[in-house]
């Protein structure tokens, strides 16, 4: 081919480097932990919205909906921005640290459920344990010990507000969003100090 018939003689595009991700109201990533395949979500602002366990893309996929009906449809996979949450909560799991230091954002959870987890997060401290029926009382709604166990089954700040630390008062560890040993698992690493 000669000079004058090359088409591509011309085209020398300056090199971009790699590519600039645009703005978004929502990052997350999905990490799997000591505990579990987990989806991590942040605001622009660093609240976490999630550390929610997300043990296949169906589960993933539902979290994704419920993030972008309740806070924006500008959702993006971008693991960067979850730098914060991710440290936190490798540092709790690996028992160096007595809680999962991020500051939250509770937007998905029900009012009753922010109600809960208010006070299981105030109340309920590292390496102690609690009955669903006890935190009901302290919420100020005895009698409703399977509503706030419903309530701490839909818990989108998992680890981070430790639903983990609600037994039931017949034995046992009861339910849990990341399964019975992901439970077990927590209760043990709690019974050693950091």
């Not at 609690?130 to 700040?157: E, Q, S």
Request: proline share 8%.
């Amino acid at each position: 081919m000669t000079a004058t018939t090359d088409p591509f003689r011309s085209f020398a595009p300056p090199l971009a480097g790699p590519p600039t991700l645009a703005p978004t109201d929502v990052s997350y990533v999905v990490d799997d932990t000591a505990v579990g395949r987990m989806l991590l979500a942040v605001r622009d602002d660093g609240r976490v919205l999630t550390t929610a366990y997300a043990p296949d893309t169906e589960v993933e996929d539902r979290w994704l909906a419920r993030i972008a009906g309740t806070v924006s449809p500008r959702v993006l996979r971008h693991p960067a921005p979850t730098d914060a949450v991710r440290r936190a909560l490798e540092e709790y799991l690996a028992g160096r640290a007595r809680r999962v230091e991020v500051e939250t954002d509770l937007v998905l959870a029900s009012d009753f459920q922010r109600e809960v987890l208010t006070g299981l997060a105030g109340s309920v401290g590292y390496g102690e344990r609690t009955t669903y029926a006890v935190l009901a009382r302290a919420v100020g709604h005895p009698g409703a010990a399977r509503a706030v166990g419903t309530a701490l089954g839909g818990n989108p700040l998992c680890v981070t507000i430790p639903c983990h630390r609600v037994l039931p008062a017949s034995g046992g560890v009861g339910g849990y969003a990341g399964g019975p040993g992901a439970k077990e698992h927590l209760l043990a690493l709690e019974s050693h100090p950091c």
